[in-house]
């Protein structure tokens, strides 16, 4: 009975151990959006002036910089309620804004009007998150990389490397270097075939003139008669 009641105790302490740890994190919770409140009210506008819209959306990190913004709306990548917007356009509380930017769209509804730019955890406090999530990352295969101290590529390196890029253009198999035949280049091959079966030129002193292709008997008949 003893031990049951010990082990009663031991359960009871660990419970009120774990609901202690979590009141403590509730509490550091609402702490920490109560901190993120105070700056974002700090960051809003005085005396209730408007705030551009090219403005909103870097303040509350949508863009990098306050250019980009500008630019954004200037192309037609910002609407707000719908519509087309220009960099000097006022939002206000309730305002659904799209934003096209760096391949992804983001919608976004206004909570809060800040003029000045806040960090990540009080920037999500000024407006409600209801854009589609982004695309997957293509797995793309690193093509090129070399180790470091390798040298510069041999020639057989740089064809691996123009493979991987896609960069060959040799799919069409090879092109002769004579280039495509003619009428001319046929004449004259003609010709050439025409004088190979001819026989051999005569290649002796211009004054004997070329022997003659008949027989030994004709020729010396020719004598001969000549004499």
């Given at each position: 009975?003893a031990?049951?009641?010990?082990d009663?105790?031991?359960?009871?302490?660990?419970?009120?151990?774990?609901r202690?740890?979590?009141?403590t994190?509730a509490a550091?919770?609402?702490?920490?959006?109560?901190?993120?409140?105070?700056?974002?009210?700090?960051?809003?506008?005085?005396g209730?002036?408007?705030?551009?819209?090219?403005?909103?959306?870097w303040?509350?990190?949508?863009?990098?910089?306050?250019?980009?913004g500008a630019?954004?709306?200037?192309?037609?990548?910002?609407?707000?309620?719908?519509?087309?917007?220009k960099?000097?356009?006022?939002?206000?509380v309730?305002?659904?804004?799209?934003?096209?930017?760096?391949?992804?769209?983001?919608?976004?509804?206004?909570?809060?009007?800040?003029?000045?730019r806040?960090?990540?955890p009080?920037?999500?406090?000024?407006y409600?998150?209801?854009?589609?999530?982004?695309p997957?990352?293509?797995?793309?295969?690193p093509?090129?990389?070399?180790?470091?101290?390798?040298?510069?590529?041999?020639?057989r390196?740089?064809?691996?490397l123009e493979r991987?890029?896609?960069?060959?253009?040799?799919?069409s198999?090879?092109?002769?270097s004579?280039?495509?035949?003619?009428?001319?280049t046929?004449?004259?091959?003609?010709?050439?075939?025409?004088?190979?079966?001819?026989?051999?030129?005569?290649?002796?002193?211009?004054?004997?003139?070329?022997?003659s292709?008949g027989?030994?008997?004709?020729s010396?008949?020719s004598?001969?008669?000549?004499?």
């Amino acid at each position: 009975m003893a031990s049951q009641g010990a082990d009663g105790e031991m359960k009871s302490a660990d419970a009120g151990d774990a609901r202690g740890s979590g009141d403590t994190e509730a509490a550091a919770a609402t702490a920490g959006a109560a901190s993120a409140a105070r700056a974002a009210a700090a960051a809003g506008p005085a005396g209730g002036e408007s705030v551009r819209v090219d403005s909103w959306i870097w303040s509350v990190r949508l863009v990098k910089t306050r250019s980009m913004g500008a630019t954004a709306c200037r192309g037609g990548h910002v609407r707000v309620n719908g519509e087309r917007v220009k960099p000097a356009y006022s939002v206000r509380v309730g305002d659904e804004v799209r934003l096209r930017h760096e391949g992804r769209e983001r919608v976004v509804v206004v909570k809060r009007v800040i003029r000045k730019r806040v960090g990540a955890p009080v920037a999500v406090e000024c407006y409600v998150d209801n854009s589609p999530p982004p695309p997957p990352r293509e797995a793309v295969a690193p093509a090129g990389l070399r180790d470091r101290g390798a040298g510069r590529p041999t020639k057989r390196d740089r064809r691996e490397l123009e493979r991987l890029r896609g960069m060959q253009t040799g799919s069409s198999g090879p092109v002769s270097s004579a280039g495509p035949s003619t009428g001319t280049t046929g004449a004259t091959g003609s010709a050439g075939a025409s004088r190979r079966s001819a026989g051999p030129r005569w290649s002796g002193p211009p004054w004997a003139g070329p022997r003659s292709s008949g027989s030994p008997g004709s020729s010396g008949s020719s004598g001969s008669s000549g004499s």
